[in-house]
């Protein structure tokens, strides 16, 4: 998902910032009915909408350079030494999950900008709840399914399960 919001968002915002400028002729053309407040205030809460994304988008950027920094240093940190000896091949692949983790972080974070700057523009703080009870869902199952199996005694690890001695081997034909 990351990897797509970092691909596709940005190509996404041009599309709905150019489909917010062409309609201007025709909201022109609807202010001038009894309705004119609404479709201008409308208009106005959109184009709103799609200029909060840079800065959200700034403050993300922040957030996650801010924090990873530290997990980066804290990455690079010999065992049994108090200070970042920096970049070596002992610590290379530690540094490479720890930005990754914050990668996929940022990215699965970005998808909720425009999600974000919406409640921020209509003021529907009912909505910011839904969108965090939402970001939270995506773990509900797979832990709740883990801790089912680990109070059971019923363990299942790929093709083998433990405590009930069942294991089932993967035999390939040549």
């Not at 489909?19 to 709103?48: E, N, R, T």
């Not at 003021?123 to 965090?132: E, F, I, N, P, T």
């Not at 995506?138 to 294991?167: H, M, W």
Request: charged content about 10%; glycine content about 8%; aromatic content about 10%.
């Amino acid at each position: 998902m990351g990897k797509l919001a970092k691909r596709m968002l940005s190509i996404m915002r041009n599309i709905f910032e150019a489909f917010i400028y062409v309609i201007f002729p025709i909201v022109m053309l609807l202010a001038m009915l009894p309705v004119a407040g609404k479709v201008l205030m409308g208009y106005i809460k959109v184009l709103f909408w799609i200029n909060m994304w840079p800065p959200l988008y700034a403050v993300l950027h922040f957030t996650m350079s801010y924090y990873g920094q530290n997990a980066a240093s804290a990455a690079v940190v010999q065992a049994g030494s108090s200070f970042p000896i920096g970049l070596s091949v002992m610590t290379n692949t530690g540094l490479g999950h720890v930005l990754s983790d914050y990668a996929a972080i940022a990215g699965y974070l970005s998808l909720s900008i425009p999600m974000i700057a919406w409640i921020m523009v209509s003021q529907s703080g009912a909505m910011m709840a839904g969108l965090a009870g939402r970001l939270m869902q995506s773990y509900d199952t797979p832990v709740f399914k883990a801790a089912d199996e680990a109070t059971t005694g019923n363990l299942l690890l790929g093709e083998c399960q433990i405590r009930n001695r069942k294991c089932v081997s993967i035999k390939f034909n040549a």
